[in-house]
Structure formats: structure tokens, C-alpha cells
């Protein structure tokens, strides 16, 4: 570990890093522009300048490795000077829009001027001007503000790897664009908004909107994919008015997809924010009080066996625990939230889960893909894998169909028979997993979709065994879950276990009438017309195909609007916190469960949420653990059923749309239909 002196200050860091970091560590600051520790160096501000002994110029301290004994000094009248030229250069042709610059407040350029600049500009020509490039319907560009650091390209390249942004020309004349000038398609393009120092790259959603100070600050979860980021809820008074990433190192790092970063305004558009009676065949609004006991009428008059409950994607923990508990109390055993018939073995949490854990991704060697989609399941994910395969530190290998994943992939071919070879040691990619030292396997939905994905969920379990991926120090089996509800449904038992009937059981008895009664806590991806003449309840917050079937409506606050508890696709289990009330009459799902129950004389001993909470981590230890990652047994895994012999294909989906907030969002739509257009453009 190499020794060395900043400002007087003795010094022992790794070797490897930069003279700049040795700086931040010493604790002195260096104006830097280009530089970011996730992104390779480029040195092009020349902001991070400082002094170096026996160096007879100054040197770029974002591009200077330490070496042995070397001194340096960050704050001498040279530092000083050079510091302010480079400023002045900088702002020769950057335009006065501080005023009207969506940046204001949270602009390095501003904060770094103000601090190191010279205080005025000796330059006295016309500025340039540089037209603004198209770059899709979320990063709104103002490029005359460019400075060109260059990080908005090597994030396309190295983090998003989808190189859809570089630069024309050189010098002066140097102008950042996208490929075409055309949409990007990256699923994680917002993040060049944050990356940007100055305000070349703004939010179009959020122009001209608010400025930061305005805003109130809410940390919370994203919950529009299974990842579970950590996200900040700016909002102003009653209005979400942009959604932020959170650094967490062991989940999003500091990124953010672009579905969890700009779907919020489907928070606002078809809301449900009043009861409603359906009478006469029409919908009627109703008080809270004559839509309950419009309800409880009907669960009297009904046996707990034809009674069911389907719960959504978006479904937080409590809901669902208190849902279960007050159907049990009519010996009604029929709910479950696995709406897509996901074949997922349950018979350990550690068969679920992502064992591996997203940090532990840059542990593993080996990946092997079975009919799993990271980039538009988990987009930050994605960027991990992609990350270390190509710092060349992991293999990634698929089984499935052929696509993008952003990152080199040895295909191996989409024939279920290729799982059978690997489990017996036949195949040629054998010998790779047999050597490698932390493998891991990634499942995703191509598999437990099928009608026989038991079958291949078994297979997949003699790999397991056979090379070794799960033992005292490593896990490599991994679920790569779609849906920020489901860990959670499985952690609680919001299932139909043995006693009860799964979601395609409960409408098949819907439709013949054996089931009269259905709940729908939030579910809008099953087929409606299934219900048949089912009586159907409907507690969620959009007007999205649940409510359009439902005979009662009780309207729920949104994921920004209630303290509610997830479970994240490895198992950590986290804290949603309300950044705004929801709107009108809308209610809490817990508080509408609980009224409910007293409606029907069944009233749980649940006063507030602090108390529900503390009866789930009774019944589920694992929920005692809040944002922590416990460790999880697999256990192996076989059932014997008959395996089919068709391809392992992706299962197509709208990435924009997957839910009812995104596809309530205006930004979500012009997406797709951008992606539209950009691909029959590129065809």
C-alpha cells in the first residue's frame, strides 16, 4: 500500500486508486467535473488540477495513479490560478439560463463556479450555439450547455451498455448526440440526467416544473420491478413531482430504471378516489359505509369455501397478511397472488429467492441464464451482470431465445434436452461449470411460465447438485421474480396451500359458479371474463381492469401514499414510506381490511400498522429482520412430470407497461410508442 502526503496530512491508501480519491480521503476537496467513480477516466475538465513535487506542471488528479512518496498540494496560489481559468474557460460559451435551467440548485457548474471561479470573464466574444439533439420523450437536452465531460457516453457505453450516445467533431465544435438522433433505448437512459454537472440533459417529464427547494423529501422503495431500489419521492403538496435513486450499494447502487424513475405520473391519471356500488348494472358512488356493508352483506350470505381472494403485483405485506387472516376466520383457504400461474417451488424460501444476492454477482465467475430476461426484469441488475462480464471478471452464458441482454452471452441454444445434458455432464459448457469456482444460475420466467416448468425447475435442481452451486459458502440458485409483491405473498403464505385453490382454479370455479365471491386486492392481470357471475370486489388505487369487472369498489392508496412493507427478489425485506396522502376518500389497504372485518364482526387486534407489523414478525421471523438478508436453505427440488420438447422462448412483454401506474402514465406510453417507431426506423 503505497505512502504519501496531502497538504501535510501522512497518508496510506490502496494501491490502484487515484490521486484524487488519496485527496477525499485526506478529506480535502477537488472540483472535478468529468470524473465518477463508476465510470472509467477520461480526463477531459481538467477542474481536478493539483500540485505535485518535482512534477514541473500540474497535474490531472482524476488521472494520476498513486505511487510511493509522493506530495501533493490541492490549495497553492498555482492550484488556485489554474483553477480559475479553467472555470473561465468553461464558461465562454456556456449561456446565462441559470434562471430558467432545470438544474438550478443541484448544478455543479453553479457550485463550482461560485466557489473556485474567478468572479468574472475576460471573454467578450459571441458564445456558440449548438442545436439540441432528440433524444426521446424522458432526457430533455439543452447541449449549448454542454461541457463536454463525457460522462453521459461512457455511462451509455459501460454501465447501460447500449452505446447509443457519442460525439461529433472535435474541439469547439464538439457536439454530443444520440445514435440517429434518435430515442435511446435503454432501459436506464434517466440516469445520464443525474450524471450530467451541468443542465445539457434535464428530465422532460419534470421541465419547468419545480425547483429542488420547493420540494418535500421521502425516502422510500420502488416497487415497479422485484429489485426493490432504493428511491427518493420528491414531492410538492399533494403531487408526486419526481422519483430519484437512492444510493444503496448492496441493491441499485446509485441507478434507477427509467419505469421507476418517470411512471409517476400515472400516479395521477385514472385514479380511483371514492367508493363505488355497482347498481342496476351501473357503477354508482357510494359513502364508505354503504360500500362495506354492501360487501359484508354478501360474505355472510356465502360459505368460505366459494369465497376467494387474488391479490396484485403491487400488494404490499400487510394487506395480504391481514386479507388471509380474515378469510381463515370463514375457513376460507382460496387466495393466492401468483396471477401469471407461476410453477414456483415453495417448499423452501431458499427456492424462491435469489440466492446469490445482487452483490454477490461480482463474486460469481460463472452465469448461466435459463430463460431468464434481466434487462427488462430487473434493468439494474442487469447492468451489475453486465458490469462484471465486461471487466471480463464473469461468463455469462444462456439457455432461451436469442436477445440483447447488453452484454457478450455464449449461447448455448434454447432445447429443453440442453438441461438434461448439463445434469448429466454431457454438454460442452459442463467442463465450465464443473471448474468454476462461484457458479450461479439465473431462472427466469421463460421457465416457471411453462405448463411444464416443474419438470425443468427439477433438472435445474440436479445441475444444482451436480456442480455444487449451493454449499456452506456459496449460493448460486437464483429466481429472477418479475413482480414486487410475489416474494412477499410466498414469505406469509398468502398461498392456497393444500386446503385451497390457486388463481386458475379460482376463476375455472368462478366461471361454473362454485366460487360466488371474489377479492381482488389490487389484481388486474387475469382474465376478467373468467369471473363469469361471480360477485366481485375491487381495492386498488387505478381504474384498471379490476374495477372495470367489479360490483364494489374500495378505492387504496398507491405505493407513495402508505407505509407498507416489501420483500425484494433476494429476500430483503424493506420499507415503502408515504411521501403524500392519497387522494380524496382513497384509504390505506390495511385500514379498509380492518373495517371490513369489523363490519363483519371479525375485527382483528390490530390498533395501527407498528402492531400488524409486530404480529408478522411473530408468525414469520424473517419480516423481524428489516433490511437485512437472512440466510436461506434450497432444498432440492423434483417432481416427476412430463417434460415438453418445446423451445425455452422469452415471454413478450411492453417493459413500459407492466402494471397498472405505468400503464396509467402518459411518459410510459410515449415510450413505447418511441421504441415503435425507433425500431421500425433502425429495420
Known amino acids: 500500500m503505497p505512502k504519501l502526503v496531502v497538504d501535510g496530512i501522512a497518508l496510506e491508501v490502496e494501491d490502484g486508486i487515484t490521486v484524487l ?40 488528479s482524476c488521472a494520476m495513479p498513486v505511487s510511493e512518496g509522493i506530495v501533493i498540494h490541492t490549495n497553492t496560489p498555482k492550484v488556485k490560478k489554474a483553477r480559475e481559468g479553467v472555470m473561465e474557460l468553461l464558461l465562454i460559451n456556456h449561456p446565462l439560463d441559470c434562471p430558467i435551467c432545470d438544474q438550478g440548485g443541484e448544478c455543479d457548474l453553479q457550485d463550482q463556479a461560485f466557489k473556485y471561479g474567478r468572479g468574472g470573464n475576460r471573454f467578450s466574444d459571441n458564445k456558440r450555439s449548438v442545436q439540441d439533439k432528440n433524444m426521446g420523450p424522458l432526457v430533455k437536452t439543452s447541449m449549448t450547455r454542454c461541457i463536454h465531460c463525457t460522462r453521459c457516453i461512457r455511462f451509455a457505453t459501460e454501465v447501460a451498455g447500449v452505446p447509443e450516445i457519442g460525439a461529433l467533431y472535435r474541439g469547439e465544435h464538439m457536439e454530443v448526440t444520440s445514435y440517429l438522433e434518435r430515442t435511446l433505448t435503454s432501459e436506464l437512459s434517466g440516469n445520464i440526467i443525474d450524471i450530467c454537472p451541468v443542465g445539457a440533459l434535464t428530465s422532460k417529464p419534470y421541465a419547468f416544473k419545480a425547483r429542488s427547494w420547493e420540494l418535500a423529501k421521502t425516502e422510500s422503495i420502488d416497487v415497479l420491478d422485484a429489485l426493490g431500489s432504493n428511491i427518493r419521492i420528491d414531492s410538492r403538496g399533494m403531487e408526486v413531482m419526481r422519483i430519484l435513486p437512492k444510493l444503496n450499494e448492496d441493491i441499485n447502487e446509485e441507478w434507477l430504471s427509467d419505469k421507476a424513475r418517470f411512471a409517476y405520473d400515472g400516479l395521477k391519471n385514472m385514479r380511483l378516489d371514492r367508493p363505488y356500488v355497482k347498481k342496476q348494472g351501473k357503477l354508482v358512488e357510494a359513502s364508505w359505509d354503504e360500500a362495506l356493508s354492501h360487501v359484508a352483506k354478501f360474505f355472510k350470505m356465502v360459505d368460505g369455501e366459494k369465497i376467494a381472494a387474488i391479490a396484485g403485483t403491487l400488494t404490499a405485506v400487510e394487506p395480504m397478511f391481514l386479507l388471509k387472516n380474515l378469510l381463515q376466520h370463514f375457513n376460507c383457504f382460496n387466495v393466492d397472488a401468483n396471477q401469471y400461474d407461476y410453477k414456483l417451488d415453495t417448499s423452501s424460501r431458499g427456492n424462491y429467492l435469489f440466492n446469490t444476492t445482487i452483490t454477490g454477482i461480482e463474486r460469481a ?19 451489475r451482470i453486465g458490469k462484471m462480464q465486461r471487466q471480463g471478471a464473469l461468463v455469462v452464458a444462456r439457455i432461451g431465445e436469442i436477445d440483447d441482454q447488453t452484454y457478450k452471452i455464449q449461447e448455448l441454444g434454447n432445447e429443453p434436452n440442453i438441461l438434461k445434458l448439463l445434469a448429466t455432464g454431457t454438454h460442452e459448457f459442463s467442463e465450465i461449470l464443473k471448474n468454476a469456482k462461484y457458479p ?17 425447475l427439477s433438472i435445474i435442481h440436479e445441475i444444482v447438485d451436480k456442480y455444487k452451486l449451493v454449499r456452506q459458502d456459496w449460493n448460486g440458485f437464483n429466481i429472477l421474480h418479475n413482480h414486487a409483491g410475489m416474494v412477499g405473498s410466498l414469505d ?39 369471473l363469469g357471475e361471480a360477485f366481485v370486489v375491487y381495492q386498488g388505487h387505478h381504474g384498471d381492469a379490476g374495477a372495470n369487472r367489479a360490483d364494489v369498489i374500495l378505492p387504496s392508496a398507491a405505493y407513495t401514499e402508505q407505509d407498507a412493507i416489501y420483500v425484494n427478489l433476494e429476500g430483503r425485506v424493506q420499507l415503502a414510506r408515504a411521501a403524500v396522502q392519497p387522494p380524496y376518500q382513497a384509504k390505506f389497504d390495511w ?52 417434460l415438453s420438447n418445446n423451445s425455452i422462448l422469452k415471454i413478450k412483454s411492453n417493459y413500459y407497461m407492466t ?6 402514465s402518459i411518459t410510459m406510453a410515449k415510450c413505447t410508442q418511441a421504441l415503435q417507431q425507433y425500431k421500425e426506423i433502425v429495420a
Open 21 to 60: 480519491q488519496a485527496c477525499e480521503i485526506a478529506g480535502k476537496e477537488i472540483p472535478h467535473f468529468c470524473f465518477h467513480e463508476r465510470l472509467n477516466i477520461a480526463g477531459n475538465c481538467r477542474m481536478c488540477l493539483v500540485e505535485m513535487e518535482k512534477s514541473p506542471k500540474l497535474v490531472a
Open 365 to 383: 465467475d460463472v452465469c448461466l441464464l435459463i430463460g431468464a430476461n434481466p434487462r427488462q426484469s430487473a434493468p439494474v441488475l442487469n447492468a
Open 440 to 456: 450461479m444460475i439465473i431462472v427466469g420466467d421463460a421457465v416457471y411460465s411453462r405448463n411444464d416448468g416443474y419438470a425443468l
Open 492 to 530: 406469509i403464505g398468502f398461498t392456497p396451500g393444500d386446503k385451497g385453490n390457486n388463481v386458475k382454479d379460482i376463476l375455472q370455479k368462478a366461471k361454473t359458479g362454485e366460487i360466488r365471491l371474489v377479492y381482488l386486492l389490487g389484481a388486474d392481470e387475469i382474465d376478467m371474463q373468467e
Open 591 to 642: 385500514v379498509i381490511i380492518q373495517a371490513l372485518a369489523e363490519q363483519l364482526g371479525a375485527r382483528q387486534a390490530y390498533a395501527d400498522l407498528g402492531k400488524i407489523r409486530k404480529q408478522i414478525a411473530e408468525q414469520y421471523p424473517v419480516f423481524a429482520n428489516i433490511d437485512q438478508l437472512v440466510t436461506n436453505k434450497v432444498i432440492k427440488f423434483a417432481k416427476k412430470e412430463k
Open 659 to 664: 402494471d397498472t401506474i405505468s400503464r396509467a
